[in-house]
């Protein structure tokens, strides 16, 4: 069975840096893309960007290019986003997710990022 | 960018059908996907390349795509159909992924 797991939430101050991570289990880890998507309270959902672990290439969303990083480390079975100085605004639920083809497989759980003043 | 219009909600009656739709230019020539998210969970998918349902979706869900809108349909709908759809399209002319602002399904 393909499992995504992230951690449940963070805590942060404005200003912080972050990187949540995704673990992937139940498949071939770095045969397939994994992509990020945003999801704000009480809003829908925004892709931020994909990456494909067998070799790291990245292909990120212009509405989120330069605002936070998608790495991986196949080794790891584990895909992570970051951000070097967390805003108000970063607060939303992360969702990593297989891709399997131009749509959204498995989904992790998500981890709730909630930044404060 | 390509974008995805989705009516923010919809009520059916238990046993009735919904339509929810996803209005987008020339939206047949695409595949559409369909995401199901219940409150407080992660989305799943529901229907696949407009019409391929996900393993473990019933078969009161489908899909059809033709023209400028696609459609996802519930038929006989139970209070477990509650929750947001979304759509979600791959825009290959800017290589990106696209949801649409998704419909919250009410079943009253």
């Known amino acids: 069975e393909v499992q995504l797991e992230q951690p449940e939430k963070e805590m942060k101050k404005m200003g912080e840096s972050l990187k949540i991570s995704c673990k992937g289990s139940?498949?071939?880890?770095?045969?397939?893309?994994i992509g990020w998507v945003r999801q704000r309270p009480g809003k829908g959902l925004e892709w931020m960007g994909i990456i494909y672990p067998g070799d790291s290439d990245t292909n990120y969303s212009p509405s989120f290019q330069g605002q936070a990083t998608i790495s991986v480390d196949k080794s790891l079975t584990t895909a992570y986003l970051q951000w070097n100085a967390l805003k108000a605004s970063d607060t939303a639920t992360y969702y990593c997710?297989?891709?399997?083809?131009?749509?959204?497989?498995?989904w992790g759980q998500g981890t709730a990022v909630i930044v404060s003043s | 960018s390509y974008i995805l219009t989705q009516a923010p909600s919809v009520s059916v009656a238990p046993g009735q059908s919904a339509t929810i739709s996803c209005g987008g230019d020339?939206?047949?020539?695409?595949?559409v996907h369909w995401y199901q998210q219940r409150p407080g969970q992660a989305p799943v998918g529901v229907v696949y390349d407009n019409s391929d349902r996900a393993t473990g979706i019933p078969e009161r869900f489908s899909g059809s795509n033709s023209g400028d809108t696609a459609t996802l349909t519930i038929i006989g709908a139970e209070a477990g159909d509650e929750a947001d759809y979304y759509c979600q399209v791959w825009d290959s002319n800017s290589d990106i992924y696209v949801f649409g602002g998704g419909t919250k399904v009410t079943v009253l």
């Open positions: 139940g498949y071939r880890f770095s045969s397939f893309w």
């Open positions: 020339n939206i047949g020539a695409k595949n």
């Open positions: 997710v297989t891709m399997r083809g131009y749509r959204f497989g498995a």
